[in-house]
């Protein structure tokens, strides 16, 4: 009798031993574990869960939903095809890598077979993110995950677009319907024919069009902004073309779904509300349906109502009949020229279509050009209809044929500019205007003449009273103007030296406006930086500019040798830098070459004596706010100099942090405080220069899409590395093998120590210079895990067209909506 007790005993743990097996803890599977019906996988810090749902009887699927929130929200679905018609079902990873879905009679309902060999130690994990994934021993990407696997809803960080190198297109297909998860009618896809762009298909017919993707959104998509919650994307290199987005507080809940109705929508949750947000969908009025008013022609809504219309130098057989400018309310018009183009051996001219959702692209092509470049290219050829340059000058869009599904929003939308021919009866009168303009100017000109004389004068004095001068600018502050020595140059000057601003001198543009070479009549050769008329740097920010740069003196700073301000010009004068700036160098695979480890080295070491000039013992304590490799220059002798100060701040000695409502610079290299609270200090740029850094050791942009495993983005790949003692393999292959090892690690060590999430955890720049010096890293403070650990980017320069975007707001419109 005394053995029984042993006996119940011994059942007892091999009872709890199978139910260990067939009970999933935690967030992971592991090789012979299954996930039976009743239980589930929930991430490592609770935001998502893995389990079984029922949406109708004997309807049973396997998915991935919110954890966190009241409204059981499904974002993936593993057997949408094939349901379980019981609850008999459970999860099994097997030896080979598989996840395995199947009944209880062994009918397999679902698997991600086949996967990649030599699988050792599989693991499956429910990331936090939102990601299953199955991974194994070693490093390298996972062997497969739901994210290349979406169904109708696009999470923080998954790509919808074209994987080049697998031939897989990622797309959205929305649900049959609110209650069945069976894939439905709709689909969003990323059709890469022409210019990429979005559509919306019932099956292969398209039914909207989201336009190619300018001033970093989807040109049919105006609310489309990225603003302090999250942040848009757009990508096209060799590796593929993909559109996505990221959150910038993790904790926030928020994804783009394709509803079963067709639309597409982004949606944030409201926890004081218990609901989701709208933020916007891809159809608000009849305008947004595709090519509603036909070729030529363009759709808006007047008091509620769309209307169609030719556009200008077109019209339509109704036109040609009544005269009438308009089309029939909501019609489709056939608009055809009203006179042919001159092209070749005539001249033609653009007006201007602005607040557009710009044509279809299916037949245009893309390029990086700026505005003057872009519009020669299209005058020079004569199948060329229409063209479009961003914003910022980065991109230039050019159209062949007619063009479709083109509408205007209020004071929304970009600009095109459509190619008609010269107007004749201008040419036509040249004689008549001959004869007449002696005795016009005889008549008239001649006392208007006289009138305007008397006028000028006195606008001119008021002008100059009212027209700040860089004077007054010193005069602020005298006991300093003495210091330094700033040119006041006329405008016709620098049109001069710069052949009348020609595109064949055009260096770059930036957000600001673009920079020329240009030639002194003293022969020196300077650079030349003319803010557009249409720039959001105003009078203010000129001002500032000036006043930092002519104020600060230093080897690795850039000088400031000049300025012009005469009516609307605003321009700046720098010494020229023969090697231009440091990302054409450390992004391109041939020309980073040219800068191996010494040249690297030295490069580092200047940025950071720059930065300390700045931070520590220039006369003004200034935060850069906008550090990266674009910004830096480099001198025939390979010397780094800092540029860009258009948004530098001044602070007191005693200031810590600053606020700011209006988040300006550049995503990536941004740190979170400033990125979702406006918070900047001198830790801000540390934050910037241990990107940079890391941008310099490995040749990858922080914003890349290489292949960071769990990490996303280049800090965490970083750190995960380093962790691990395999920092070397950071290493830029373009630098060959001669890299000095010891050196390259405690540059990483001194990179990730910047780019903490707290800004009390990185250093002074004046304690980064004394560790870059140091012989050994052991009193060096260890690096915890770095901000935006889980953010995935993507790259914007590689060896094709790449373009990628992300801009910053401080604002955003979320309208209430009710979601399944």
């Given at each position: 009798?005394?053995?029984?007790?042993?006996?119940?005993?011994?059942?007892?743990?091999?009872?709890?031993?199978?139910?260990?097996?067939?009970?999933?803890?935690?967030?992971?599977?592991?090789?012979?574990?299954?996930?039976?019906?009743?239980?589930?996988?929930?991430?490592?810090?609770?935001?998502?869960?893995?389990?079984?749902?029922?949406?109708?009887?004997?309807?049973?699927?396997l998915g991935i939903w919110y954890n966190?929130?009241?409204?059981?929200?499904?974002?993936?679905?593993?057997?949408?095809?094939r349901p379980l018609p019981d609850s008999?079902?459970?999860?099994?990873?097997?030896?080979?890598?598989?996840?395995?879905?199947?009944?209880?009679?062994?009918?397999?309902?679902?698997?991600?077979?086949?996967?990649?060999?030599?699988?050792?130690?599989?693991?499956?994990?429910?990331?936090?993110?939102?990601?299953?994934?199955?991974?194994?021993?070693?490093?390298?990407?996972?062997?497969?995950?739901?994210?290349?696997?979406?169904?109708?809803?696009?999470?923080?960080?998954?790509?919808?677009?074209?994987?080049?190198?697998?031939?897989?297109?990622?797309?959205?297909?929305?649900?049959?319907?609110?209650?069945?998860?069976?894939?439905?009618?709709?689909?969003?896809?990323?059709?890469?024919?022409?210019?990429?762009?979005?559509?919306?298909?019932?099956?292969?017919?398209?039914?909207?069009?989201?336009?190619?993707?300018?001033?970093?959104?989807?040109?049919?998509?105006?609310?489309?902004?990225?603003?302090?919650?999250?942040?848009?994307?757009?990508?096209?290199?060799?590796?593929?073309?993909?559109?996505?987005?990221?959150?910038?507080?993790?904790?926030?809940?928020?994804?783009?779904?394709?509803?079963?109705?067709?639309?597409?929508?982004?949606?944030?949750?409201?926890?004081?509300?218990?609901?989701?947000?709208?933020?916007?969908?891809?159809?608000?009025?009849?305008?947004?349906?595709?090519?509603?008013?036909?070729?030529?022609?363009?759709?808006?809504?007047?008091?509620?109502?769309?209307?169609?219309?030719?556009?200008?130098?077109?019209?339509?057989?109704?036109?040609?009949?009544?005269?009438?400018?308009?089309?029939?309310?909501?019609?489709?018009?056939?608009?055809?020229?009203?006179?042919?183009?001159?092209?070749?051996?005539?001249?033609?001219?653009?007006?201007?279509?602005?607040?557009?959702?710009?044509?279809?692209?299916?037949?245009?092509?893309?390029?990086?050009?700026?505005?003057?470049?872009?519009?020669?290219?299209?005058?020079?050829?004569?199948?060329?209809?229409?063209?479009?340059?961003?914003?910022?000058?980065?991109?230039?869009?050019?159209?062949?044929?007619?063009?479709?599904?083109?509408?205007?929003?209020?004071?929304?939308?970009?600009?095109?500019?459509?190619?008609?021919?010269?107007?004749?009866?201008?040419?036509?009168?040249?004689?008549?205007?001959?004869?007449?303009?002696?005795?016009?100017?005889?008549?008239?000109?001649?006392?208007?003449?006289?009138?305007?004389?008397?006028?000028?004068?006195?606008?001119?004095?008021?002008?100059?009273?009212?027209?700040?001068?860089?004077?007054?600018?010193?005069?602020?502050?005298?006991?300093?103007?003495?210091?330094?020595?700033?040119?006041?140059?006329?405008?016709?000057?620098?049109?001069?030296?710069?052949?009348?601003?020609?595109v064949q001198n055009k260096l770059g543009?930036?957000?600001?406006?673009?920079?020329?070479?240009?030639?002194?009549?003293?022969?020196?050769?300077?650079?030349?930086?003319?803010?557009?008329?249409?720039?959001?740097?105003?009078?203010?920010?000129?001002?500032?500019?000036?006043?930092?740069?002519?104020?600060?003196?230093?080897?690795?700073?850039?000088?400031?040798?000049?300025?012009?301000?005469?009516?609307?010009?605003?321009?700046?004068?720098?010494?020229?830098?023969?090697?231009?700036?440091?990302?054409?160098?450390?992004?391109?695979?041939?020309?980073?070459?040219?800068?191996?480890?010494?040249?690297?080295?030295?490069?580092?070491?200047?940025?950071?004596?720059?930065?300390?000039?700045?931070?520590?013992?220039?006369?003004?304590?200034?935060?850069?706010?906008?550090?990266?490799?674009?910004?830096?220059?480099?001198?025939?002798?390979?010397?780094?100099?800092?540029?860009?100060?258009?948004?530098?701040?001044?602070?007191?000695?005693?200031?810590?942090?600053?606020?700011?409502?209006?988040?300006?610079?550049?995503?990536?290299?941004?740190?979170?405080?400033?990125?979702?609270?406006?918070?900047?200090?001198?830790?801000?740029?540390?934050?910037?220069?241990?990107?940079?850094?890391?941008?310099?050791?490995?040749?990858?942009?922080?914003?890349?899409?290489?292949?960071?495993?769990?990490?996303?983005?280049?800090?965490?790949?970083?750190?995960?590395?380093?962790?691990?003692?395999?920092?070397?393999?950071?290493?830029?292959?373009?630098?060959?093998?001669?890299?000095?090892?010891?050196?390259?690690?405690?540059?990483?060590?001194?990179?990730?120590?910047?780019?903490?999430?707290?800004?009390?955890?990185?250093?002074?720049?004046?304690?980064?210079?004394?560790?870059?010096?140091?012989?050994?890293?052991?009193?060096?403070?260890?690096?915890?895990?770095?901000?935006?650990?889980?953010?995935?980017?993507?790259?914007?320069?590689?060896?094709?067209?790449?373009?990628?975007?992300?801009?910053?707001?401080?604002?955003?419109?979320?309208?209430?909506?009710?979601?399944?």
């Amino acid at each position: 009798m005394r053995t029984l007790p042993a006996a119940v005993l011994c059942v007892a743990t091999f009872l709890s031993a199978i139910a260990l097996v067939s009970a999933a803890e935690g967030d992971s599977l592991s090789v012979g574990q299954s996930m039976k019906h009743n239980a589930s996988l929930v991430s490592g810090q609770g935001s998502f869960r893995l389990g079984f749902f029922t949406s109708r009887p004997n309807h049973t699927y396997l998915g991935i939903w919110y954890n966190r929130i009241p409204v059981r929200t499904v974002v993936w679905v593993a057997n949408r095809l094939r349901p379980l018609p019981d609850s008999t079902g459970s999860l099994l990873l097997r030896q080979n890598g598989s996840l395995v879905l199947a009944d209880a009679a062994g009918t397999v309902y679902w698997s991600t077979d086949p996967v990649p060999a030599n699988l050792s130690n599989p693991v499956a994990r429910l990331l936090e993110e939102g990601n299953l994934v199955v991974s194994g021993d070693g490093p390298g990407s996972y062997a497969w995950q739901s994210f290349t696997q979406p169904t109708d809803t696009l999470l923080p960080g998954m790509n919808i677009g074209l994987n080049r190198r697998t031939g897989e297109n990622y797309n959205l297909t929305s649900w049959k319907a609110n209650d069945d998860p069976s894939p439905g009618d709709f689909s969003w896809v990323l059709v890469v024919r022409g210019v990429p762009q979005p559509f919306v298909v019932n099956g292969t017919e398209p039914l909207w069009r989201g336009g190619p993707w300018v001033d970093e959104r989807f040109s049919g998509i105006p609310q489309m902004k990225s603003n302090s919650m999250f942040s848009y994307g757009f990508t096209s290199n060799s590796d593929g073309i993909y559109f996505r987005f990221y959150q910038w507080n993790t904790s926030m809940v928020t994804r783009i779904t394709v509803f079963p109705s067709g639309v597409a929508t982004h949606l944030v949750w409201d926890d004081g509300r218990g609901s989701w947000e709208w933020a916007w969908d891809s159809s608000n009025d009849t305008c947004d349906r595709l090519d509603v008013c036909g070729p030529n022609a363009v759709c808006e809504v007047k008091t509620s109502v769309p209307v169609c219309s030719c556009l200008q130098g077109f019209q339509s057989a109704q036109q040609q009949q009544s005269g009438r400018a308009g089309v029939a309310t909501g019609a489709a018009a056939v608009c055809e020229r009203k006179k042919p183009l001159a092209c070749p051996g005539g001249k033609d001219e653009f007006v201007l279509v602005s607040g557009a959702k710009l044509p279809d692209t299916s037949q245009a092509t893309a390029s990086k050009m700026g505005f003057d470049e872009c519009r020669a290219v299209c005058l020079g050829n004569c199948s060329c209809t229409a063209f479009s340059s961003g914003a910022d000058g980065s991109g230039c869009i050019t159209w062949f044929g007619n063009l479709t599904d083109l509408r205007l929003y209020s004071g929304m939308g970009q600009d095109l500019y459509l190619r008609i021919a010269s107007d004749g009866r201008k040419n036509g009168k040249k004689v008549i205007i001959i004869i007449v303009i002696p005795i016009a100017f005889l008549v008239v000109m001649l006392p208007l003449a006289l009138c305007l004389y008397k006028r000028r004068r006195l606008t001119g004095k008021v002008s100059r009273e009212m027209q700040p001068s860089v004077e007054s600018w010193h005069s602020e502050d005298a006991d300093q103007a003495s210091d330094f020595d700033l040119q006041l140059i006329h405008f016709n000057t620098l049109e001069i030296a710069t052949n009348y601003f020609s595109v064949q001198n055009k260096l770059g543009e930036g957000g600001y406006g673009p920079v020329y070479k240009g030639k002194l009549t003293n022969g020196q050769y300077v650079a030349i930086k003319r803010l557009s008329k249409d720039s959001t740097q105003g009078v203010e920010q000129f001002k500032s500019e000036v006043k930092l740069v002519a104020k600060l003196q230093h080897t690795n700073l850039v000088r400031l040798l000049g300025c012009c301000m005469e009516n609307e010009e605003k321009i700046l004068v720098y010494e020229f830098m023969g090697n231009q700036s440091l990302d054409k160098f450390i992004f391109d695979a041939n020309r980073g070459k040219l800068l191996d480890w010494a040249k690297r080295i030295h490069i580092i070491e200047g940025i950071t004596q720059g930065l300390l000039y700045l931070h520590k013992y220039s006369r003004l304590r200034v935060v850069h706010r906008d550090l990266k490799a674009g910004n830096i220059l480099l001198d025939d002798e390979w010397n780094p100099k800092i540029s860009d100060f258009g948004l530098a701040r001044i602070f007191t000695w005693n200031d810590g942090q600053e606020n700011t409502k209006r988040i300006i610079g550049t995503y990536g290299y941004m740190p979170p405080e400033y990125a979702m609270k406006g918070l900047f200090s001198t830790k801000s740029d540390v934050f910037s220069f241990g990107v940079l850094l890391l941008e310099i050791l490995s040749g990858k942009k922080n914003t890349s899409i290489h292949d960071f495993g769990i990490s996303r983005n280049l800090p965490g790949h970083a750190w995960e590395l380093w962790r691990e003692g395999r920092q070397l393999e950071l290493v830029d292959p373009a630098m060959g093998n001669a890299v000095a090892e010891h050196e390259f690690s405690r540059c990483v060590h001194v990179a990730l120590l910047c780019v903490q999430e707290n800004p009390g955890d990185r250093p002074t720049m004046l304690e980064i210079v004394s560790m870059l010096n140091s012989d050994t890293t052991a009193s060096f403070p260890t690096p915890g895990q770095p901000a935006f650990f889980l953010m995935r980017r993507t790259n914007e320069e590689g060896n094709e067209q790449e373009m990628e975007h992300f801009a910053s707001s401080n604002s955003v419109t979320l309208t209430r909506v009710e979601g399944r």
